[in-house]
């Protein structure tokens, strides 16, 4: 049996009286393609961001990576985040003013990894995101939006974390863009022993993943 990467233990979120997240428990091996599926409102964004530390939970238990999150205070969250999860979001969040390169090497930069190592970690993520036929040197709004997003995917993994978090990546792309994105993405999965979760209701994605899960009104339904 798979380690377990990911453990939600009656997890609750509420936003003033809103409740957002009314008692998930789930649990994610490690290396395995998850998908979080259900319609908008229906928790899977909050749910996303607990497990990457963004957000806590109002009540319950988050496990990531062996960690119980609740333990951490904001500055150990911060670090943990930065040590262990990559995000892609669907939308990509790229430096216009810096090259596509430099907008990889950023999180290297919040590491201080020295100059020459930060270049060589950065072109190593874009040959990994399917990018290493991309001029390096271009900025980002000279590439089209399916460059874009993986130059936005070699970001999130260039400093190997053990779990990349997507919400909606492919948003904002064609079907065929999308499906070279969600290649990508099983490419990194086989490549590196990544956890990946994935938030989407384009149910035509399903095909990629190993799993899925339902949530609607904040609780899983299927």
Same mark, same amino acid.
């Given at each position: ?7 939600? +233990? !009656? +997890?609750?979120?509420?936003?003033? =009286? ?15 393609f ?13 749910? @996303? ?17 062996g960690? /119980? @999150? ?6 150990? &969250?911060?670090?943990?985040r ?14 216009? %003013? ?10 290297l930069? @919040? ?5 020459? %190592? /930060? ?10 995101? =399917?990018? !290493? ?8 709004t ?6 874009q ?17 997507? !919400? ?5 792309? !064609? ?5 070279? +994105? ?5 490419? &990194? ?21 190993? %799993?899925?899960? %339902?949530? /609607?009104?904040?609780?899983i339904?299927?």
């Open positions: 049996m798979a380690e377990e990467e990911i453990r939600l +233990v !009656d +997890v609750h979120k509420s936003y003033g =009286g809103y409740q957002a997240l009314r008692g998930i428990t789930y649990s994610i091996p490690r290396g395995i998850q998908c979080v599926v259900g319609p908008s409102g229906s928790g899977k964004t909050t749910l @996303l961001h607990i497990i990457g530390g963004i957000d806590r939970p109002t009540r319950g238990e988050v496990w990531v990576a960690v /119980r @999150l609740n333990d951490l205070n904001d500055d150990q &969250l911060a670090d943990f930065n040590k262990n999860v990559g995000f892609v979001f669907q939308m990509f969040y790229l430096i216009p %003013r810096m090259t596509v390169l430099e907008n990889v090497e950023l999180p930069i @919040l590491r201080g990894v020295p100059k020459a %190592r /930060r270049r060589e970690m950065a072109l190593e993520a874009l040959k990994l995101a =399917g990018l !290493d036929g991309v001029d390096p040197k271009k900025r980002p000279q590439l089209s939006g399916g460059e997003q993986r130059v936005a995917i070699a970001r999130a993994i260039v400093a190997r974390p053990r779990i990349l978090l997507a !919400d909606e990546p492919t948003g904002n792309l !064609d079907s065929v863009t999308a499906a070279k +994105v969600m290649e990508t993405f099983l490419s &990194l999965k086989k490549e590196l022993g990544i956890t990946i979760v994935m938030v989407t209701h384009n149910l035509e994605l399903l095909k990629y993943c190993d %799993r899925v899960v %339902r949530l /609607r009104d904040g609780v339904v299927e």
